[in-house]
């Protein structure tokens, strides 16, 4: 069976440079949506938990439950309570879901400074400190999300210009002890010198940060490799074509071997006819549900170790080809 390893080393490498950067451990908010990055929840978490990380980022309250017991602090994104829990914070980011959390719930608000994805207009902050108030929620941090920390832009700049103004806003209104966050893994990278409350570190987590320019860096590593079985193999005569569509003819007889990673457990098709294996093995032929062919003899095939590169080839980003890892994989932590 196609299977996934983590290379706990390779985690704590990463860890290690983000703590430095935070400048305190207890700063790392580690995001783990999405199975964490198609890593495993709840083996990112165990790994997580040894290095001495405390805070966690998920999506939804289900994932914040499954992880509970690793984490003192953990956000979620984008749910309502559905259990009563002390660690979790709910965040808003709509100014009329405020009505929905129950009395009581700790929440986070978020500022749209320019993405216009989620979050409250910063012209509506004010309002919603008051609905926050009168509703009896307890605020315990304002954030926002930058849209193009890994870009050489402008936007970068004026979108903390405009958080800088929201926190002085904030502050203003009295709110003192309420904790700001902005940073994603580019976010913090770009920070000459970090100084806020805390980052939510997703991506160099990973060790799949991609930076340009002058903070492109090469000291993250990846943490996760897929591994996939031969099922079969056979000798391709020179003008033979393989797989569906005939889309690969052998221009030489080779010897070509099919393994059991498909795009049903998250091979991404568009890497068609356009891969290589780290150890060189050529992808040819169409990528199927359960099964894709290399030019190798090999009993076992290392897919990936740098899901950067597949992406390349997919033409798509690291974090679809991570994500498009399906749960059912199975996961080993070396
Ligand atoms: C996913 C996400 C992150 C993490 O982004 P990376 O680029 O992986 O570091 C941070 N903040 C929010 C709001 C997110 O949705």
Redesign the pocket.
Known sequence: MAYITLNKNNFFNNLDIISKKTKSKDKIAL?L?DNA?GHGLLEVAQMAQEYGVKKA?VQTCEEAQKIENKFDYILV?ADFPSCKNEKIRYTINDINAIQKFPTGTKVELKVDTGMHRNGVGIDEVTLALEKIQEQGLLLEAVFT?HRSADELTSEWFWQNEKFAQVKSHVKSLGFGEVRFHSC???ALFRHVDFAEDMA?????AYGCLEMPGAYERDDFKPVLSLHATQISSRTLRSGEALGYGATFTAGEDCRVSNYDFGYGAGFLRTCSNNYTSPKGFKLAGRVSMDNSSFISDAKEILVFDDARVLAKSAKTIS?EVLTSLKAGLQRKII
């Not at 939510?200 to 160099?204: E, H, N």
């Open positions: 995001v949506k990055y980022v994104l999300h994603n893994s580019a939510r570190v997703g991506i160099a974090y």
